[in-house]
Structure formats: C-alpha cells, structure tokens
C-alpha cells in the first residue's frame, strides 16, 4: 500500500479504502500483481499512477506509462491480460463518468466529418517519414501483412498486397480508385505488377508527397481528398486500412459514395480492423494520441450500411495476422531507435512502445479482427471465386 495521500472516502459505503488497494483488487481479476516478479507484472514507480488510473481509466494507465509511473518488462502479455478480463469495460471510480463522457461524445457528435477528415493525417501520418521508413517493410505498408506462408515482414506484406490483387482480379488496362493510398505501396505495385491505371486518395499531405514520388513514372496519380469528394467511374475499387477512419456516422455514405463510382462488372475490396462490439469511438487513450477521431466497425453496423443491390462475394479474416506484423513493426522501430533518437524524445519512444504492443495484445486476445471484404453489384454478370 502506497500513501496516505491517496487516500478517500467511497460514497455511499462511509468506508476508507485506498486508491492503490483498488487498482491491486482490480488487477487481481486479471492474474496481475504490483511489483510482482512475472514479466507482466506492474512494477509501480510512482504513486501517482493510482490516481490516474482511478480518475481517467485506460486514458489514465496509458499516460502513466508514458510519464514513466510503471514499467513492464513484457508490456504485450499485461495488456492481453487485461483485455481477456475485460477490464476495459469496467472502469472505476469517477473514470466511469470520464468514460461516461468519451462514449457520450462519440455518440451525439460526427467526429469523422468532412470538415475534421484531415486531423488523423496532420497528427498520425504525418508525423515523420523517417519513423515510417525505419519501421515499416521496402512497400511502406502500414496495415496487417498476410503471414499465411510468410517467415518475415517484407514477404507478409507483398503476399497481402498480391492477395488484394488477386481477389480484385485486376487485368491490364483497367481503372482503380484507391481509397486512402498511404504511402503508395499498393498503388505502386498495381500499377507495376498488372498494368493498371490508378487514381489514389490520401487526406495525409506527407503520404501524397511520397506517394507521388515513389510511383513517378508509373499510370498512377495521387490526389488529397476525402472519400465523400471522389467522382468518377472504376473498373475496380480497393480500401486498405482506411475504414476505421470513417465512423459508423458515415458508413452509407462511405459505401455509396463508393457504389456510384464503381462499375456495373466492377469488384470493392474492402481491408479493415473490426470488433465483435458496436461501440463508438476507440480507447481513450489511442483516439487521444494515436488516431484521432477513429472508430472500428462491427460487422453488424458494417453489414446495415451497404447499398441495396451490393452484395458481400467473399469474408476472410486473418485477425492473428495483425499480432505478428505489429511485433515486427515494434522490432523494427526498437532496432532504429538509437538513430531515430536524434530527432524524437524519450516521451515519443514510450508513447510509440505503448500503442504498438497494445495493439499486438488487442489482436493476442482476440477482441480485434482483420477483415477483407469483398463487395460487387448484385446484378454483375461473372461469378466470384474466392482466392486465398
């Protein structure tokens, strides 16, 4: 126990308890101690990571690590510990009504509007492509690689960009919208590996510029705007990693926005994160520094927003992918820190640490999938096979 200064009083109970002993009793549901000796134990550094915790929830425990309150030797296996509790979804104290007012918020206002579209780009990918490129693979993938056959990252990834391109069944000559191009890693090897022509959306200024220049040369032009914004007619329509931006606000506008540029024989693939809950919003701590104003979809909420007349030809989930690639993006951005030091703090390293980990647990502890659809007008002539 920890301080009298962390003391107080349970309304309603008239009993005195202390803010670490809570955090230890909720800790308990989950096989985690306090300064235990097994790697996924907490070893408390400062006491004011009781009170965080206590005040603010997840948003709390993911800043008093940053702030260096605790450590955790194996920071993955304490968060698939707490996810498989689910002590995510019982917060305590007043961080119940700082929840209370994160899920309120997601739910009265649209925070994926055209008007807030760019914030995930100026405060996420747009940071530094000099991160970028020390932790991602030679395409600059920043999604889920397909490790089907794969023994490391650069092949994970190129087998998931193949395996798009096969199932969009793309042929030489033919036009495809790209829907939040990143870094140009898909546009670049569509355009080089099947000779097609591609029109690519970004809302991030830094993931325009490199896309641009790196498929100089190529049928590919890059363009800086949202989604509601496209028009035009595509033979083929693909979305990689780009759908958790949208919020389920805007889901049929998404998928129709998308339906009216697509051809009649036209294929949609859509590639995203979901969850087995129609929640709004994402973790506190990652919508606050990490994705801005992200949500991960259900398949429930995914499946009510599609257009009449579009139909679902293929699902394939590799969720225990993600695991894999995070743990390998974390590799990769712990082998580089002594260079990329130079440029970001010590703060950055354990905010980076923090969010790539947590996320690998997130898919450990199976809470999130990784979903490939894919979509085409009911009335399209050819039959779809399913390829893997």
């Not at 235990?36 to 006491?47: E, F, K, L």
């Not at 304490?78 to 019982?90: G, S, Y």
């Not at 969720?319 to 010590?346: C, I, K, M, V």
Request: charged share 25%.
């Amino acid at each position: 126990m920890l301080g009298k200064e962390l003391e107080f009083e349970c309304n309603g109970a008239g009993a005195e308890i202390t803010a670490p002993r809570v955090l230890e009793e909720l800790l308990e549901r989950a096989g985690i101690r306090l300064n235990g000796n097994r790697p996924w134990d907490i070893q408390v550094r400062d006491a004011r990571v009781f009170r965080a915790v206590l005040l603010k929830g997840s948003l709390g425990f993911g800043e008093s690590y940053v702030d260096g309150y605790w450590e955790c030797f194996d920071l993955a296996g304490l968060m698939t510990r707490l996810l498989n509790a689910r002590l995510d979804e019982a917060p305590q104290g007043l961080a119940r009504v700082f929840h209370g007012f994160h899920e309120l918020r997601n739910r009265v206002c649209n925070l994926q509007s055209v008007r807030r579209a760019f914030h995930v780009g100026e405060r996420h990918y747009d940071i530094g492509n000099d991160l970028y490129a020390a932790m991602l693979d030679p395409h600059w993938c920043y999604s889920c690689g397909y490790w089907n056959e794969a023994d490391d990252l650069d092949a994970a990834q190129e087998a998931k960009l193949d395996l798009i391109c096969r199932k969009l069944q793309l042929q030489p000559g033919m036009r495809v919208l790209e829907v939040g191009c990143g870094w140009g890693s898909l546009a670049h090897f569509m355009a080089s590996r099947y000779d097609v022509e591609v029109h690519g959306i970004t809302i991030s200024r830094e993931q325009a510029a490199m896309a641009a220049e790196r498929c100089a040369g190529l049928k590919v032009d890059i363009e800086l705007v949202d989604y509601r914004e496209v028009r035009g007619r595509y033979d083929r329509i693909v979305s990689v990693g780009m759908f958790e931006h949208v919020g389920h606000k805007n889901y049929r506008t998404y998928f129709s926005s998308l339906a009216d540029c697509l051809a009649p024989d036209g294929l949609l693939l859509l590639h995203t994160i979901g969850t087995e809950h129609s929640a709004s919003g994402l973790d506190p701590w990652i919508d606050r520094y990490i994705f801005p104003n992200g949500e991960l979809p259900s398949m429930p909420r995914l499946t009510a927003a599609l257009p009449d007349g579009m139909v679902i030809e293929d699902l394939h989930n590799f969720g225990p992918d993600y695991e894999r690639t995070l743990l390998a993006w974390w590799h990769n951005f712990h082998r580089a820190w002594p260079q990329l030091s130079q440029r970001y703090d010590e703060r950055f390293a354990r905010m980076w640490r923090y969010y790539l980990l947590s996320c690998a647990a997130f898919f450990r502890s199976r809470r999130g999938q990784l979903w490939q659809l894919v979509l085409a007008p009911m009335d399209r002539a050819e039959a779809y096979r399913s390829v893997r």
